[in-house]
């Protein structure tokens, strides 16, 4: 990566206007000022990693940069954590242990923005925000760093490789991270949104992001001539019956007020137009926020597929197989005590009308891994609003379309956002950290 990049006059300007906004809000006090000192800094820093995306379980120079920037502000930094991954640890006396985690992968998506700062990485794009998540994270670092004298305890600031993939959490978790390191007592994260405005934040308690497993099937059959296909079993019919059977499960086995999806977004096979293939490729994601939900779903796919092959006349040996694509990514659960918690120092950090409560999304997130561990780690994630608060009206209104998250017209506002984002992070941070009553002077 290039140390060097020039600050679009663009965001500066709108950084400059949006700290002027904050000054009239609630602010806690200290965190304000640093983050106003430090968002020329932290924008370059931004600008510098959209430019330099790296593919999941490639991170290699983001988890260098990432790892020496802790460094430099006194944190405790090991390297090479289930891949990529980079830990840092600050310990401040006896106190809560509170973890903040940033995911660093890109998407092999060729960006189309044309912003000043947009990617020199051909066919590689931060089009999900993991460029913001990683500033946030950065600057909520130097804010406790430089704040130890109001708080006790010990800050583990982990940079997560290959969450898009859905491996990346699960990896830093076999290789020791809450062994090795101060298990969390409580662990936080932020995720970009692509629709709400900057400046705001939004929050959900409870079940929040719903689990992943995408499928991969292969429907066989028996190919031959078009012209004769009773002397063949046709995959392409089957995949067809398949398509439509799987979408009576939502609707026919799973009540209507639990939220699931099944979707099939690709189906591929056959060459030619008299050619019946012997075998048709099915891949499909499967959304759900109940663990007994999707392991009903997932038992109903497998019977549809063999039901409908069995009907087919193909042999147990011939049923279609299913292999996940990918990894599975869990549920997110956000802790309803610490939600409300959090939610209310927001609202203290950037006033009332900023602080937005959300409804769930069938999206996903590897961070939901952190909490499901044994025993339970309270943890939440929020969502950092990115879009110029005019675009928002503009589409509420029917006239533009928003770009949307994992699309290569997507580009945050980072000036407004990313301060908002280092403010609610290290407003959350400290008011868990903390000292305890007797321990105040």
């Not at 997560?160 to 491996?167: F, L, R, S």
């Not at 012997?278 to 939900?293: G, I, M, N």
């Not at 147990?316 to 299913?322: A, F, N, T, V």
């Amino acid at each position: 990566m290039t140390p060097h990049i020039n600050i679009c006059f663009r965001c500066l300007v709108s950084a400059m206007i949006f700290c002027l906004h904050a000054a009239a809000q609630p602010q806690s006090s200290g965190i304000a000022e640093i983050v106003q000192a430090e968002t020329p800094e932290l924008i370059a820093l931004y600008q510098q990693l959209h430019q330099h995306p790296e593919l999941s379980e490639q991170e290699k120079e983001t988890s260098r940069l990432l790892a020496d920037e802790l460094r430099a502000l006194g944190f405790d930094v090991t390297e090479r954590v289930g891949g990529y991954g980079v830990v840092g640890v600050m310990e401040n006396g006896d106190g809560p242990v509170v973890m903040v985690r940033t995911d660093m992968d890109a998407l092999p998506i060729e960006e189309l923005t044309n912003v000043p700062y947009a990617s020199k990485t051909p066919g590689v794009m931060h089009a999900c925000g993991h460029d913001v998540h990683m500033t946030v994270w950065k600057g909520t670092a130097s804010v406790v760093s430089k704040l130890r004298d109001r708080w006790r305890g010990t800050v583990v600031f982990v940079a997560q490789p290959a969450e898009e993939t859905g491996i990346g959490a699960k990896a830093m978790l076999a290789d020791g991270l809450f062994t090795r390191f101060p298990r969390p007592d409580y662990a936080l994260a932020l995720h970009v949104s692509s629709t709400l405005p900057a400046g705001t934040v939004g929050y959900h308690a409870g079940m929040f992001l719903a689990s992943i497993d995408n499928l991969h099937i292969a429907v066989k059959g028996r190919g031959g001539h078009g012209a004769a296909p009773q002397q063949t079993i046709d995959p392409i019919v089957l995949t067809s019956k398949i398509v439509l059977s799987l979408q009576s499960i939502i609707s026919r086995e799973i009540a209507p007020t639990e939220p699931a999806v099944i979707s099939v977004g690709s189906i591929h096979g056959g060459s030619r137009s008299n050619i019946i293939p012997s075998e048709v490729e099915l891949a499909l994601t499967v959304r759900t926020f109940e663990d007994q939900t999707r392991q009903h779903l997932l038992n109903a796919i497998k019977r549809v597929c063999d039901g409908e092959a069995h009907a087919a006349g193909l042999t147990p040996e011939e049923y279609p197989q299913i292999k996940h694509d990918g990894e599975f990514f869990p549920s997110m659960y956000n802790d309803p005590k610490l939600t409300a918690q959090l939610a209310s120092v927001f609202r203290q950090t950037l006033g009332e009308q900023h602080v937005l409560e959300l409804p769930r999304e069938l999206v996903g997130e590897d961070f939901a891994r952190y909490g499901r561990e044994q025993p339970p780690i309270p943890t939440m994630i929020y969502s950092l609003g990115t879009v110029h608060p005019d675009r928002v009206a503009a589409a509420a209104a029917g006239q533009l379309i928003l770009p949307p998250l994992h699309g290569s017209l997507y580009v945050p506002e980072p000036g407004p956002s990313i301060p908002t984002g280092v403010k609610t992070m290290s407003a959350a941070v400290l008011s868990l950290l903390q000292p305890k009553q007797t321990d105040r002077r």
